[in-house]
């Protein structure tokens, strides 16, 4: 049985650049577009795993929702955002995220944060990954610290 990844970001050209990345690898992708949509498709799909931009409050409350709910709890969620708020990375690992990524961020450094969160792979993201011709212009955050 296929992993089943969601995707929620508003920006179109991302969910479709990173969807197809993980169809090559044999993922499953549900698309969401807004932080409403996410908590929904999470609720109708059970993800195995969630990349959610926390770029607004009400993404926030979102992932709050997602990690307080007993359907969706135990679903790691990797946060994602180009917004620079120096809080944001404390902020979504109290919340519950596994991960925080912060954009520009390439689908490789994704990729394999996901495998991670997921238990999949034991190593955890390191900033220094070679992700091809992808430049990485992020810190890697796991449960709020930077490695």
């Not at 992993?3 to 990173?18: M, P, Q, R, T």
């Not at 519950?96 to 495998?115: D, H, M, N, Q, Y």
Request: hydrophobic share 50%; net charge negative; aromatic share 4%.
């Amino acid at each position: 049985m296929k992993k089943k990844i969601l995707i929620a970001d508003a920006d179109l050209v991302f969910v479709e650049a990173l969807s197809s990345t993980l169809k090559e690898r044999g993922l499953e992708v549900v698309p969401a577009f807004d932080p409403g949509q996410a908590v929904a498709a999470a609720f109708h799909h059970s993800p195995d795993a969630i990349v959610l931009d926390v770029n607004t409050l009400g993404a926030l409350f979102a992932l709050r929702r997602l990690k307080t709910s007993p359907q969706t709890a135990a679903t790691p969620v990797v946060a994602v955002t180009a917004a620079f708020d120096p809080d944001l990375p404390r902020d979504v690992a109290i919340l519950g995220a596994r991960a925080f990524l912060r954009k520009p961020v390439s689908v490789a450094e994704i990729c394999t944060t996901l495998l991670w969160a997921m238990g999949l792979s034991e190593a955890a993201p390191l900033s220094d990954l070679d992700c091809g011709d992808d430049a990485l212009d992020s810190t890697p955050m796991l449960c709020g610290v930077s490695v």
